[in-house]
C-alpha cells in the first residue's frame, strides 16, 4: 500500500511541475506575442530586413541580398539544406512575382538572437515550376556588431487537409 502511495504521489507531483511549465511557457509566449504584435522596434526591423531579402531574392541582387544575411548562413526548404554562398546562382532560377509577410512576429532567444516567424503568400516559380502560395517560414537573426543578419531561413509549404481529415 505505501508503495501505491508513493507512486500516486510521484504522479501527482509530476503532473504538477508539467502544469507548471505549461503555464510558464504560455505566459512568456503571450508575453513575447503581446510585445511583438503592438510592433516592436526588433520585430519592424527584422521584418524590415525580410522584406529587403525577399525584394533583392525578387530582383535577383545578389549583392543586396548579401549584405542582409551572414556569409555562414543557410537554408533549409522541400528541396534541402542551401548555403548562403549558392544564394547568388540559384535566384536566377527563381521568379518570384508577388510575395507578402503576414503574422510576423519576433521571438527573443538571447540577446544577439531573434525568431522572426510569419506567413508568406506568394506568387513564385522556380525553374518555370510554380511553387506553394503559401508558407510558413522562419528566419534566426543573429546580431552582428550592430547589425541584424539572417543567419538561418526556413519554409515549410501549406498542406491543403482535406474535410476529413482531423485537426492538429
Known amino acids: ?3 501505491s502511495r508513493w507512486i500516486l504521489a510521484l504522479v501527482s507531483l509530476a503532473a504538477l511541475c ?3 511549465a505549461v503555464a510558464d511557457d504560455k505566459m512568456s509566449g503571450e508575453k513575447s506575442m503581446e510585445k511583438s504584435s503592438k510592433g516592436t522596434d526588433v520585430t519592424a526591423k527584422l ?3 525580410e ?3 525577399s525584394d533583392a531574392f525578387k530582383n535577383k541582387d545578389a549583392a543586396a541580398f548579401m549584405k542582409i544575411v551572414d556569409k555562414d548562413g543557410f537554408g533549409a526548404d522541400p528541396s534541402g539544406f542551401s548555403s548562403v554562398s549558392m544564394m547568388g546562382d540559384m535566384m536566377k532560377d527563381y521568379d518570384v512575382r508577388s510575395f507578402t509577410i503576414d503574422d ?14 510569419y ?6 516559380s522556380y525553374k518555370g515550376q510554380p511553387l506553394p502560395n ?3 517560414a522562419s528566419t534566426l537573426y543573429v546580431k ?3 547589425e541584424w543578419r539572417a543567419f538561418s531561413h526556413q519554409e515549410t509549404p501549406s498542406m491543403q487537409m482535406s474535410s476529413a481529415g482531423g485537426e492538429h
Open 144 to 146: 552582428r556588431g550592430n
Open 104 to 117: 510576423a512576429k519576433a521571438t527573443k532567444i538571447s540577446a544577439d538572437a531573434y525568431l522572426f516567424t
Open 47 to 49: 521584418e524590415a530586413r
Open 134 to 136: 503559401t508558407v510558413y
Open 119 to 124: 506567413t508568406s503568400h506568394q506568387d513564385v
Open 51 to 53: 522584406r529587403a531579402i
Open 1 to 3: 500500500m505505501k508503495f
Open 18 to 20: 508539467a502544469t507548471l
